[in-house]
């Protein structure tokens, strides 16, 4: 069994709204330091399969066919397994 974490952002180039309405409020708070925010998604997958490789496809494969829009968004993905 493995475990997929992935961080999913909007890409760099692709204005961020809900990012730089949240660093306007941190700076309306006081957090004249930060200059940049983006805001992204965060997701487990468990994958019930004896192979990393196959856990790692299964993974990529929900990503651009479903959890991510492959046109705005780039996505990261770490597997591991679980004992």
């Given at each position: 069994?493995?475990?997929?974490?992935?961080?999913?952002?909007?890409?760099?180039?692709?204005?961020?709204?809900?990012?730089?309405?949240?660093?306007?409020?941190?700076?309306?708070?006081?957090?004249?330091?930060?200059?940049?925010?983006?805001?992204?998604?965060?997701?487990?997958?468990t994958i019930d399969t004896g192979s990393k490789?196959?856990?790692?496809?299964?993974?990529?494969?929900?990503?651009?066919?479903?959890?991510?829009?492959?046109?705005?968004?780039?996505?990261?993905?770490?597997?591991e397994e679980v004992k």
């Amino acid at each position: 069994m493995y475990k997929s974490r992935i961080r999913i952002t909007i890409r760099k180039t692709i204005l961020d709204p809900q990012g730089k309405a949240v660093e306007h409020s941190l700076k309306s708070h006081g957090f004249d330091l930060i200059t940049d925010t983006r805001i992204g998604k965060y997701i487990e997958l468990t994958i019930d399969t004896g192979s990393k490789d196959e856990a790692e496809r299964i993974s990529k494969e929900a990503c651009s066919r479903l959890l991510a829009n492959p046109v705005m968004e780039d996505y990261v993905i770490e597997t591991e397994e679980v004992k």
